[in-house]
């Protein structure tokens, strides 16, 4: 059970939140030009990275703030924490 | 007559408090402090059970939450009655019932037994070679190996006790209050960190404050003394917690525990009464000091299993600790100094000590040399070969160890004795460690695994980190501390300690014997019967990898978790395959560490409180007008009202035509409503919904459709213009939160740049939906100043307006297709307004419907239900609702997967009407739908996904998905039942009032 550090919030059990994906996939402005393949690729496909993952979060039972969460896959350790809009961190 | 085998007092034993307690129905006698396991042993009672497999008898091995043999069923045939429960740990009380498992009609006779007598057709893995063929008897054998499967009888009543969970937090959880536990905790908590210390045990102090090594000094006292008076000091400790007779089951990441905290397991009947049993400790420490100790190891040698055969550390605490000699003739079986130190425990006491077997060639140490003094005869470099002794060992036979040790020569010996103390070295207790995600590395040199790498803010410290002589435990405790805690000094720094200890160790993990190992039984895992021979069959069956041998052989996964015989498994599968301990790994310690009761892990969650659920403010009315209820999602919703006995079907039946014929009433209160403000809320439901929401005018509602990102149908309802910004949408009754959650997710991280705000304000509202042709007239009476005529209130539109001085809010629209009216006032009002409805309708005969009349209704006017007509694969194409997706607007959530080839393809199954030729026959919700009847294997078109007899249509009516179903109108299918074929016809799915001419009657 993951102790995260809600930004807006500070820590909370992991129990308050709500996985959301993989983070930075921003839905494509102009969905009609894209072709099925392009399409496809925004709507069906996710890295699943094992090791350092960047994803998006939801204080769902908290402040229902969605942030980003940079995780390593394999042992889960919380690498950073950030705000929607924030730049993701280099290491 | 039994023995009494209660020796010189021990401190720890009250022996003016007698307790009877009953074992397998025979009364016995032991003294406060006792556990059932000391008990017993002082009643000279060895055999307590019966192995898993073979039904071999079983005695008392160890004297901690180790034990893999002694575990009883506690308080038989009475509501607090629990299997599986280890005699080491039980205190004993008055009044307490105990019987041995696994066997029948009794643990002196057990006709399982004979199983012990064919073993030889028992090898690893018997049950998947045996019972594989012929495949079709499986049925057969499952029977019969149900029947012999599991261990212990579950209560049949329900559980008197109180169970409780609690969090907790801490700067410093110390789990074991043994010699490390103590001084660390000590040392946390004067530094001002909030510490807390569990102990599994009712007494802090684990071995050292037992410990009698005369050659072993701290501070120039005994060990024991020393730690005994740091004990007493740490009652007038601030900061420091204790907690006693507390068990860490798990450890999480993110230094997540959880403990079980015994609180009446311990007094008699009376006194559990009202009480909480046991309390779940949910642990959020910020660092966490391990001090779980180290588990004695046995050895490996033919027919080990004998009652009578013990850890000689436990041999040595039923001694010291609880003053209970374990055999009349004793005999202690070594590869180290330890049971040296046993020995000379009972000798000093005066029980008869045989001889020491010592596989090593000899030891130089001074505890050595004092058994020698005592006249206590050692052989050295020799081993045991077999035991005698089938209920009871009774004798051992032993003979000389080769150099290498994998042989055994010269002549046999034979030595009788009563109770055999094994001690094959110490195995650190990682399993903790191990769980927290952390990784471990084996020692060559100590034959054991060791904490290495550290996830999260931990500590291991004392023996479970390896360090096993007191001047190391000290030494390494100190600066472990001060690196930990960031401390500069603490209270270790200036003890003095001497110790008398060689470690020398010989470790042979399989002892050989003068028999093949075929003819022998070297038992790795006691509780299920795992042995040395079973292992290497595995490994020449050509399992490799440890976990396979472990599942395959069972070894390890008993109750005990195996915490005996792992490290042997490991060792004899490395030793067999030629590979080192350290490149094999070990298999992976789980939670919970000991078990958990049920009770524990739900704690208060019993009964009503299992889960929670949802009542609207109409609610008591619906109870007390004797609705039935049905759970949707976790409200209470009124499903009927039957009345005078009425059948369900009866009693929709009887609502679902008052309904058209004069007036009903529904309790709408459940449906999700979120209310929208913003300068940009208009923008945002043209994006959210299919259809286009900026020409709707203020005070109108429409009804849209929300999509997936992938095109399909998610969930549906009605958004009414309160104001230029400001909207009330409202969901389906189980999508409310869903719904919520995924319009803040796109616009917190899509659309950022919207000005819009959600509040859910389904609580905050109850709404009455009244309906039919005479509702316009009940309302009228309600609300007499308000303007009803359709030029001023027409379907689909909106006005405020009061109820007496109560505000409200009343759409026009109907999910039955009648003329009807939506009325929300606040949620405290709910009843009130309820009542109010139901007075004005009496004189129409107003008929309060549930949601199972709801759902016939919208039925015959083909009105789809989220989740009932659609289920995660419908497009509004799909559902036949072209006219609700807008060609116009660029885009919306969903939008451009409408135009995937898969999406647009004619073939999907679509949203028809169903209609049976015999309008008597109801179709099954969930039935197939086929062609053809006599095609093999037949194709399946689709199904029916909502099936009614509808009263005002007197026929029976059903919505289906069928493939490529738009273009079938008219077309003759079929519905396959168990014991007929159902002819049915494609319909237009809106069966009743298809032009809509209710709407305004």
């Known amino acids: 059970m993951f102790l995260i550090n809600c930004p807006y919030c500070g820590e909370r059990d992991q129990q308050e939140f709500k996985a959301g994906g993989e983070a930075h996939i921003e839905r494509p402005k102009q969905p009609t030009e894209l072709s099925d393949d392009e399409w496809a690729e925004y709507l069906f496909m996710r890295k699943n990275i094992k090791g350092v993952q960047f994803e998006r979060w939801n204080h769902a039972h908290g402040c229902r703030k969605w942030f980003n969460m940079v995780r390593d896959t394999s042992n889960d350790e919380i690498k950073a924490i950030y705000k929607m809009g924030e730049k993701p961190p280099t290491q | ?1001």
Not at chain 2, 129 to 137: G, H, N, R, V
Not at chain 2, 578 to 593: A, D, Q
Not at chain 2, 887 to 913: A, N
């Open chain 2, 1 to 1001: 007559m039994t023995k009494n085998l209660r020796v010189k007092s021990s401190e720890y034993i009250d022996e003016t408090n007698r307790i009877s307690f009953k074992f397998n129905g025979k009364t016995y006698h032991g003294f406060k402090g006792d556990t059932l396991a000391s008990a017993l042993l002082a009643n000279d009672v060895h055999l307590v059970g019966r192995s898993f497999k073979y039904h071999r008898p079983r005695g008392i091995m160890t004297s901690g939450s180790e034990e893999p043999n002694a575990i009883v069923q506690i308080n038989p045939g009475t509501n607090r009655t629990e299997p599986n429960v280890r005699a080491t740990e039980v205190e004993i009380y008055d009044g307490l019932e105990a019987s041995s498992q696994n066997c029948w009609p009794s643990v002196e006779f057990d006709i399982g037994g004979i199983n012990n007598i064919l073993s030889p057709f028992f090898p690893a893995g018997f049950y998947y070679k045996t019972f594989m063929w012929p495949a079709s008897f499986w049925k057969k054998y499952e029977f019969f190996i149900r029947h012999s499967a599991g261990l212990g009888k579950s209560p049949t009543s329900s559980d008197p006790d109180i169970y409780d969970h609690r969090n907790v937090h801490c700067d410093v959880l110390v789990v074991g209050a043994g010699i490390s536990g103590i001084m660390a905790a000590k040392n946390a908590a004067k530094n001002n960190f909030k510490t807390l210390l569990v102990e599994e045990k009712n007494e802090l102090g684990g071995s050292t404050i037992y410990e009698n090594n005369e050659f072993n000094k701290i501070d120039n006292k005994a060990p024991s003394e020393w730690l005994k008076k740091e004990i007493e000091e740490l009652k007038n400790i601030k900061n420091l917690e204790i907690k006693t007779r507390t068990s860490v089951a798990a450890y999480h990441q993110y230094n997540y525990l959880l403990a079980r905290e015994n609180l009446t397991d311990h007094l008699e009947a009376k006194d559990k009464t009202n009480k909480i049993r046991q309390r779940l400790l949910k642990i959020r420490a910020k660092k966490v000091i391990l001090a779980t100790g180290a588990l004695e190891r046995p050895l490996i040698f033919n027919n080990n299993d004998r009652p009578g055969i013990m850890l000689s550390s436990a041999v040595k605490k039923y001694s010291e600790f609880y003053g209970v000699a374990c055999g009349s003739k004793n005999v202690f079986f070594t590869n180290n100094d330890s049971a040296y130190e046993s020995a000379l425990s009972l000798y000093n006491k005066g029980i008869n000590v045989e001889a020491l077997i010592d596989i090593r060639e000899q030891s130089e140490s001074k505890i050595v040399k004092k058994v020698k003094e005592a006249g206590i005869k050692v052989y050295w470099s020799h081993t045991i070969v077999d035991t005698v002794g089938y209920k009871r060992l009774n004798s051992i036979s032993i003979m000389k160890l080769s150099n290498d040790g994998t042989s055994v020569t010269g002549s046999k010996i034979s030595i009788s004795c009563d109770c055999l103390g094994v001690a094959g070295g110490w195995t650190p207790a990682v399993h903790l460690y191990t769980q927290s995600g952390s990784k471990l590395k084996f020692d060559e040199e100590k034959k054991v695994f060791v904490p290495n790498q550290n996830t999260s803010e931990q500590i291991s410290v004392g023996s479970c980190d390896g360090d096993f002589k007191i001047d190391e435990i000290i030494k390494n405790l100190n600066h472990k501390l001060k690196d930990a805690l960031n401390i500069k000094e603490t209270n270790l720094d200036n003890i003095k300690v001497e110790i008398d200890q060689e470690n020398s160790k010989r470790n042979i993990w399989l002892l050989p014997s003068d028999k093949p190992i075929g003819k022998t039984k070297p038992f790795v895992d006691y509780q299920n019967d795992a042995t040395a021979k079973d292992i290497k069959l595995a490994l020449r069956e050509g399992f490799r990898s440890i976990e396979h041998v472990k599942r395959y052989t069972t070894t390890g996964m008993g109750t005990d978790q195996g915490k005996l015989g792992n490290m042997h498994a490991l060792g004899i599968i490395a030793d067999t395959a030629g590979v080192k301990m350290g490149e094999l790994g070990t298999t992976t310690f789980r939670p919970p560490y000991t078990p958990l009761t049920f009770g524990t892990i739900v704690g208060r969650n019993v009964g009503k409180f299992f889960d929670i659920f949802r009542r609207t403010p109409m609610n008591d009315w619906h109870v007390e007008n004797k609705a039935e209820f049905e759970n949707v999602g976790q409200w209470k919703r009124a499903w009927y009202y039957p009345i005078n006995g009425e059948t369900m079907h009866e009693a929709v039946q009887r609502e679902s035509k008052a309904a058209r014929e004069s007036a009903g009433i529904l309790d709408a209160s459940t449906l999700g409503k979120i209310d929208i403000q913003g300068s940009d809320a208009s923008e945002f439901l043209n994006r959210v919904y299919t259809n286009a929401w900026s020409k709707l005018a203020i005070g109108k509602c429409r009804y849209g459709l929300m999509l997936n990102e992938d095109g399909m149908v998610y969930d549906d309802g009605v958004t009414t213009r309160l104001g230029e910004n400001h909207y009330i949408m409202t969901t389906t009754t189980g999508g409310a939160a869903n719904v919520l959650g995924k319009l803040e997710d796109y616009l917190q991280t899509e659309w950022p740049e919207l000005d819009v705000y959600l509040t859910s304000v389904t609580d905050h509202y109850a709404t009455a939906s009244l309906c039919g042709p005479n509702s316009k007239k009940i309302l009228k009476k309600i609300i007499p100043d308000l303007d009803l005529s359709d030029e001023n209130f027409p379907h689909m539109s909106f006005k405020e307006s009061k109820i007496g001085n109560v505000q409200c809010r009343i759409m026009r629209i109907s999910f039955t297709g009648e003329h009807s009216y939506e009325i929300n006032v606040q949620a405290s009002y709910g009843k009130d307004l309820w009542e109010k409805c139901i007075e004005a309708g009496k004189e129409f005969n107003i008929t309060p419907y549930g949601t199972e009349t709801m759902h016939l209704l919208r039925a015959e006017k083909g009105f789809i239900i989220i989740g009932q007509d659609t289920d995660g694969t419908m497009t509004p194409i799909d559902l036949q609702m072209d006219w609700i997706v807008s060609k116009k607007k660029y885009d919306f959530i969903g939008k451009r997967s409408l135009y995937r080839s898969d999406t647009m393809r004619e073939d999907r199954k679509q949203l028809v009407g169903l209609l049976t030729d015999d309008p008597n026959i109801v179709l099954e919700e969930g039935a197939q739908i086929v062609s053809e009847l006599n095609q093999s294997p037949v194709e399946m078109l689709g199904h029916v996904t909502s099936s009614y007899f509808s009263p005002n249509l007197k026929k029976s009516i059903a919505l289906a998905v069928v493939r490529g179903g738009k273009d079938m109108m008219g077309k003759k299918l079929f519905v396959p039942m168990e014991n007929k074929n159902i002819n049915v016809t494609v319909a237009n799915p809106v069966f009743y009032d298809e032009k809509n001419e209710r709407l305004n009657a």
